[in-house]
């Protein structure tokens, strides 16, 4: 019997891997996506976890996804709606609210009663991020250059950077690179004098990150957090009808449509090399799959350590992907509750309610919950970023009942006295619940049902290393052609034949569909096939 | 001296629903429709469009006009007043339809409610009791009274809409089909409810009387409370019909009746409504015009279309090539949609232009600098928006 060979078997069944199917689908190749859970999403998923209620277990809002992608996969058609959702409130340590509402004279006014000074400034705070931000959201669906290379591939896309950077504007320029290397709290205090101001707009640097507040680099990820936009407003922050698994399943129905093949069930403990080519997977069950490409969904250590055969990678690329910058920071809690949860010193406004909760308290309570994590240890007082989707999506709880999604910050990936243990885990929770609590007394007696998940749990279940929750550290060593690895920024990996289209790559974490579009078109201009892959639309042209 | 009295007759009616409206409109943002004091956005227009797409969302229909034609004649006066052949319309069933003058221009569009086999009530965005008065000429059991300002009418869409007209206790109400009428007792008056609406979603219309607006209002609120309820106006409104499809007077097509300018009206098959035009039944306003306009075809075509790139094609002319220098349409209406993700337009084509390349001659403002650029267009043969719940029966709860 001949086996069968595919095209192109891709590893994991991430938001990401489906984009790469996607495309490669419609380009007319014959894919299938192997996935180990007997769920398909990875870290952007839905799932009932209790009944009644589904919760989106890992990822929760949507700003990155790029909208080219949206339209021309018509993910509408195949059920995704995304939704902004309204301002977010942020709680201060000494109990004050301070509320981003949508609209702009209101959140002027509500700043303005904290500090008519940074009622001012943050206009020009959002001009500088918008103009930040938009020279980074080019690069987003555009492949890294090599700045090494001399193809003429390579320097078209260096100088379209290099037009792109000087279009900001001598001063800019500069600022630019401080800005990559600076921390959240020390870009703030440029702009803000108000504690809880500068708490709220530093939240978005430590998110996701092993880095505090405090620490070089947070602002970069700050940034990184504010650079999407839904239907062209520029880091405002959406929901998707459904759950963040509507944006998973509706890319797998387009990859479906195109003809590509989903397999649940089907992880892969090994990657077959031949001849210095990759040719194939080896499943868990032992059954193998042959291609003509294998691409990795997967971050750059676990597949280059935990699916592949050291021998078959060129001197040192073990080595890269063991020292690739992992470290896991976050929990989540999803909990399920009997009724909207009422919180202090907030005006009865149902507005209110469909945005997200800061629990931010202050830059100060923000780098103890840090100091915590570094000791591998929770904090007792973490920083807790929420939405309760279910306030306007009538399909992720019954009527009348709720869902909220808890984002933790800091949550270490190991405990300093040792592994995670479901104890250890339901203490975790039970912390955030605590915390949650004070702002919101009562909070507990509507608790329905909990799930908590640790960095443990979330390499456990989505295999993510060590719980980072962007296949690898946001940081400038590690972003644009550094990422993975200086010289392999082109989803093409050491291998023949081998990809990877995971958050490992550029553009990096989030859910962006960016990492998996730009891999299928590397791919397809290998494999000489006409390009399916569109390029960014943008408000800002 | 009390300045409200003085001005009193310049201000604008308050609609049955006003005393809640005015409490959600937190923006104090108020336009007017046929005299009434009407909502522009009560919160904020993009969160609003988002409830009718997502969950429910009510719009106030009290100022639509809304007309009773009574008597033995009625049905033969209505249907040679529309295009449409009303005389199979079975009772407690609505329909759409619009009317022309002899030259087979459109006056308006509305809808038609078969409340008995003597009874009909029509329904159109702007007054047309003249133009009522004027068909019933020649009929001699025939009476027309506006209702307009003596039904309170509301309009409920989204999603959600059929498990909260449930929940409120209006049983059955699932059973209704797309443009079924329903009854319900209602403090010892009738609450009718047609599923009909201008959104292209799920969704009612309710109408009572207006000493029961009130009462209906929060009852349909308390139902609503765990369904994300919430009032949209104008903006959202025309956000949603544009997704839809649905056409505007004004925008789509100016009232005959109102034009000045030699065929700046439009014929129904110029607004692609030629589905309306029935020529099996005996005679009809505007039918000979209308009959030689399908002949010849219609000069423009009211056509969907999806543009590349992201800004809204506003006022803008179209043409046949990128230079834009051979003029075949213009934009009626045009929005970036939220729901879709597509840039979308509807627009009068010149319809042997149809079939060849349509680009967008789109302006738009950067920082107080005006831009302006050529977006290639593709023809939509489908709605932009029209999901499966809205034709299912029984709709789902979400
Ligand atoms: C808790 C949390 C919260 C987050 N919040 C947000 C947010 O709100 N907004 C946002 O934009 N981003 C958020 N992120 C980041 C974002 O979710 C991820 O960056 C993104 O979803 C990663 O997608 P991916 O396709 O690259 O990889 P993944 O989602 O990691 O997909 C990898 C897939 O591979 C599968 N897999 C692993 N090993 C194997 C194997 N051996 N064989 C077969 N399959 C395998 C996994 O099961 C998984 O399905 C969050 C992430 C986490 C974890």
């Known amino acids: ?541 | 001296m009390n300045t409200a009295e003085k001005y009193a007759d310049e201000r604008l009616m308050r609609s049955h629903f006003h005393p809640r409206e005015a409490a959600w409109n937190v923006r104090d943002a108020w336009a007017s429709w046929n005299g009434y004091k009407f909502a522009e956005c009560y919160y904020d227009a993009e969160y609003e469009y988002f409830c009718v797409r997502n969950s429910c969302a009510t719009y106030d229909i009290c100022p639509m006009q809304k007309y009773y034609v009574q008597g033995r004649d009625a049905e033969a006066m209505l249907n040679r007043m529309v295009t449409r052949d009303i005389s199979k319309l079975p009772l407690d069933r609505v329909t759409y339809v619009v009317w022309c003058t002899d030259q087979g221009r459109m006056v308006d569009d509305g809808t038609i409610f078969k409340l008995a086999d003597d009874r009909f009530m029509l329904t159109c965005g702007s007054p047309c009791g003249a133009w009522l008065k004027m068909s019933a000429f020649g009929f001699s059991d025939v009476t027309v009274t506006d209702m307009s300002d003596h039904i309170a009418a509301l309009s409920l869409q989204g999603p959600t809409s059929c498990a909260v007209l449930k929940k409120m206790g209006l049983h059955g109400i699932d059973s209704a089909k797309p443009f079924d009428i329903r009854h319900f007792p209602f403090h010892g008056d009738t609450l009718m409810v047609s599923r009909t609406g201008f959104t292209g979603d799920l969704g009612y219309e309710l109408w009572v009387n207006p000493e029961l607006a009130l009462q209906m209002w929060d009852e349909l609120y308390a139902a609503g409370a765990d369904y994300n309820i919430q009032p949209f106006g104008e903006e959202a409104t025309n956000m949603a019909r544009l997704e839809a499809g649905f056409i505007m007077p004004g925008m789509e097509f100016n009232e005959a009746l109102k034009t000045i300018h030699f065929e700046h009206d439009q014929t129904p098959f110029e607004l692609n409504l030629g589905w309306l035009v029935d020529f099996n039944k005996p005679h009809f306003n505007g039918r000979n015009a209308l009959l030689k306009e399908k002949e010849r075809g219609p000069k423009y075509t009211l056509t969907r279309l999806d543009i590349e790139g992201n800004k809204p094609a506003e006022h803008s002319y179209l043409y046949s090539n990128k230079r834009c220098t051979r003029e075949i349409g213009y934009v009626t209406s045009a929005m970036w949609s939220p729901a879709v993700k597509a840039n979308i337009a509807l627009a009068m084509v010149k319809t042997d232009c149809l079939e060849g390349e349509i680009w967008a001659e789109i302006y738009y403002e950067k920082e107080l600098r005006q831009y302006n650029k050529a977006a290639r267009c593709s023809v939509m043969k489908k709605p932009f928006w029209a999901p499966a719940r809205a034709r299912a029966t029984p709709p789902p709860d979400y």
């Open chain 1, 1 to 541: 019997m001949v086996m069968k060979k595919y095209d192109a078997i891709i590893i994991g069944a991430g938001h990401n891997g489906l984009t790469n199917a996607a495309y490669l689908a419609k380009a007319g190749l014959d894919v299938v996506v192997v996935e180990k859970n007997d769920y398909i999403g990875g870290a952007s998923t839905s799932r009932e976890m209790h009944e009644g209620w589904v919760y989106s277990s890992a990822s929760y809002v949507c700003s990155m996804l790029r909208q080219a992608i949206h339209r021309d996969l018509n993910l509408t058609k195949h059920g995704l709606i995304l939704v902004p959702y309204l301002g977010t409130v942020n709680f201060g340590d000494d109990g004050s609210t301070l509320v981003d509402y949508p609209n702009e004279e209101a959140a002027y006014l509500e700043l303005k009663r904290h500090s008519p000074h940074d009622a001012d400034a943050m206009h020009r705070f959002q001009a500088d991020l918008a103009r930040y931000a938009q020279f980074i959201r080019k690069t987003l669906l555009r492949t890294p250059p090599d700045p090494t290379s001399l193809r003429p591939r390579d320097i078209r896309e260096l100088m379209f950077l290099g037009k792109q950077f000087w279009a900001l504007g001598e001063k800019e320029m500069y600022e630019y690179v401080r800005f990559f290397t600076m921390s959240a709290a020390d870009f703030l205090e440029d702009y803000f004098e108000n504690g809880l101001v500068k708490a709220a707009m530093s939240s978005a640097g430590i998110i996701g990150t092993a880095l505090g507040v405090f620490s070089p680099g947070s602002a970069y990820i700050l940034l990184h957090h504010v650079m999407g936009d839904v239907d062209g407003n520029i880091g405002a922050w959406g929901l998707a009808r459904g759950g963040m698994g509507a944006i998973s399943n509706a890319i797998a129905g387009a990859m479906q449509e195109h003809g590509g093949e989903l397999r649940t069930n089907a992880g892969v403990s090994q990657v077959l090399v031949k001849n210095g080519k990759a040719s194939g997977v080896v499943l868990e069950s032992g059954e193998e799959l042959y291609s003509g490409i294998v691409v990795s969904n997967l971050d750059a250590k676990r597949t280059f350590t935990k699916i592949m055969d050291r021998k078959d990678l060129p001197p040192g690329i073990f080595e890269k992907a063991e020292q690739f910058k992992i470290r896991g920071s976050s929990g989540k809690v999803n909990i399920a509750l009997s009724a909207l949860p009422k919180f202090k010193g907030l005006p009865d406004n149902r507005y209110i309610d469909r945005g997200g909760q800061g629990f931010t308290g202050s830059l100060e309570t923000m780098e103890r919950a840090y100091d915590c994590w570094k000791r591998g240890r929770w904090s007792d007082d973490p920083f807790v970023e929420s939405v309760i989707p279910s306030a306007w999506d009538p399909t992720v709880a019954p009527p009348g009942k709720h869902w909220m999604s808890n984002f933790i910050q800091y949550c270490p990936p190991t405990l300093a006295d040792g592994p995670w243990t479901p104890g250890e885990r339901d203490r975790f929770g039970q912390a955030v619940v605590d915390k949650i609590e004070r702002y919101s007394p009562g909070f507990k007696d509507l608790i329905v049902h909990m799930e908590v998940r640790t960095p443990h749990e979330l390499e456990q279940e989505i295999g993510l290393t060590e719980g980072n929750i962007f296949q690898g550290e946001l940081t400038i060593d590690q972003l644009l052609f550094n990422r993975p690895f200086p010289g392999y920024a082109q989803y093409r990996m050491p291998v023949k034949n081998l990809y990877m289209c995971g958050s490992s790559t550029h553009p990096g974490g989030g859910v962006s569909a960016a990492c998996g579009a730009n891999a299928a078109r590397e791919i397809l201009m290998d494999l000489k096939r006409p390009n399916t892959v569109p390029e960014d639309d943008f408000y800002d042209e």
